[in-house]
């Protein structure tokens, strides 16, 4: 498949983040479908000292085509200095789904 389909994962430090990016995403059809966990309790190290804050995530489903113009614009919006944004790629799937994603972005 020349435009394979992907799952992109970002972490925001709340709700109207998480609302106010993939609202963007869609609109500007980077995205096709965003679904977003309102409350997840990440731990992490950042700067020698472990953290633990709430957060909201962003379940992307995009195109390859269409990640690095994502991406970019994830970075630009988001309020952190260094934001989380991982793209797994999607293997399998419903037929008709994936071409939606793709035709979609």
């Known amino acids: 498949m020349d435009n394979p389909v ?3 994962l970002c972490n925001c430090p709340d709700l109207d983040t998480a609302r106010r990016l993939a609202e963007q995403a869609v609109e500007r059809r980077l995205a096709a479908c965003v679904n977003i966990i309102p ?6 190290r950042w700067q ?6 709430s957060e909201s995530t ?3 489903k995009t195109s ?3 990640f690095d113009t994502l991406r970019d614009a994830l970075q630009a919006m988001h309020p952190d200095e ?3 944004i991982i793209a797994v ?4 799937g419903l037929t008709g789904y994936l ?7």
Request: overall charge negative; proline content about 6%.
């Open 99 to 105: 071409d939606w994603v793709r035709e979609s972005t």
């Open 89 to 92: 790629p999607v293997s399998a």
């Open 82 to 84: 260094l934001p989380e």
């Open 48 to 53: 020698g000292k472990v953290e633990r804050e």
């Open 6 to 8: 992907l799952v992109v």
């Open 58 to 60: 962003l379940l992307i």
């Open 39 to 44: 409350a997840v309790e990440s731990v992490y």
């Open 64 to 66: 390859t085509k269409a």
